[in-house]
């Protein structure tokens, strides 16, 4: 057994020379083996998975066959895992949904929040419409949680409760890919208003490994989430978005998942590697520049990154007047923190 990594993925905010700001980064790598591959920090700690776990909360409508009765495709499939951008792409993907299980927008639980995206928020602001819950970054999520809740006969009314047999078949998915009891699972209200666990980073990330390795090795239902993401980088978060970048930047090599509160989850899914991380205070500032980190560390991203990558490695802090005044940057390894 090879010895566990330890890696440094703190990060940084300088104004001119000086260190101004220092966020503290969590994280646990896990391997082809199951075995933990490296760590930052505490590797077990436990914290809410948050949009993390979309991809798993999707596979009950899979595996039951209600999918497929509804004859949906990889846009549906793609947008269930997103936390999407409100951008015009995304609206008519989950009002389709909707539609074909006879619903609407105000059948969603998850209130209505300005676009995630700049883009969706200008498109948001010049329609003259008022924001909606289909804006909601997680209405794909949602939809496909009504929609498992119609194909099932089960009460679409309370769909996004701890105790609705959908969210108990979504919390027993999550325990299977993580091998945490339902019953260890610290259990609470995502921002999204559905039910939200919290589990070790360890877990999270041995999830993301099972994952990638399941699709690569043909099993049905994470092969087709997989491909979904990949063929649909768009739906799964928008213009400018991370995780969009990132998966349309790599061909698809590295799937990156977001979580509010600094959450992030990887998978390399050729690698059979999962990763996942936790910036301690919840900037989403650090959180894209230690994801890129951790990444680079391992090889799978280059030192020096091209294209929109380059813009969430090193981030330019600008004052008032656009003059770059600082950057957002993974410490150096060795640096005090």
């Keep these: 057994m090879t010895a566990t990594r330890l890696l440094h993925l703190d990060v940084e905010v300088t104004r001119g020379d000086t260190v101004e700001s220092r966020h503290r980064v969590h994280a646990a790598v896990v391997g082809p083996d199951d075995q933990l591959l490296a760590t930052a920090r505490d590797s077990g700690l436990v914290t809410m998975w ?3 776990a979309k991809m798993f909360q999707v596979l009950p409508l899979l595996t039951s066959g209600g999918f497929d009765k509804l004859s949906w495709g990889e846009e549906e499939l793609a947008l269930a895992c997103a936390s999407h951008g409100g951008e015009p792409e995304h609206l008519a993907v989950a009002t389709r949904m909707l539609a074909s299980i006879g619903l609407e927008e105000g059948d ?6 300005e676009p995630l995206s700049t883009r969706g928020a200008r498109l948001a602001r010049e329609s003259g419409h008022p924001i909606g819950r289909l804006h909601n970054n997680c209405s794909g999520k949602h939809s496909a949680m009504l929609a498992r809740a119609v194909t099932m006969g089960w009460p679409t009314r309370g ?18 890919w993580t091998g945490v009891p339902v019953d260890d699972m610290p259990i609470a209200v995502d921002g999204c208003g559905v039910t939200v666990m919290a589990l070790p980073l360890e877990r999270m990330a041995l999830a993301y490994a099972r994952w990638g390795r399941a699709a690569i090795a043909g099993d049905e239902q994470p092969a087709r989430t997989l491909h979904a993401m990949r063929a649909h980088p768009h739906l799964v978060g928008g213009t400018d978005r991370f995780d969009t970048v990132m998966i349309g930047e790599t061909n698809g090599r590295v799937i990156t998942k977001v979580g509010a509160e600094g959450v992030h989850s990887i998978a390399i899914p050729d690698l059979g590697i999962g990763a996942a991380i936790k910036v301690e205070d919840g900037a989403l500032r650090a959180q894209h520049v230690a994801v890129v980190a951790l990444l680079q560390k391992f090889g799978v991203l280059p030192a020096e990154l091209g294209g929109k990558l380059a813009e969430f490695g090193s981030k330019p802090i600008r004052n008032t007047r656009g ?15």
């Design 50 to 52: 948050r949009s993390c």
């Design 108 to 113: 969603l639980a998850c209130g209505p929040h």
């Design 159 to 176: 769909y996004e409760r701890a105790d609705h047999q959908v969210q108990r078949a979504c919390l027993g998915e999550v325990s299977s």
């Design 323 to 337: 003059e770059t005044v600082g950057v957002v940057r993974a410490v150096e390894e060795g640096s005090d923190a």
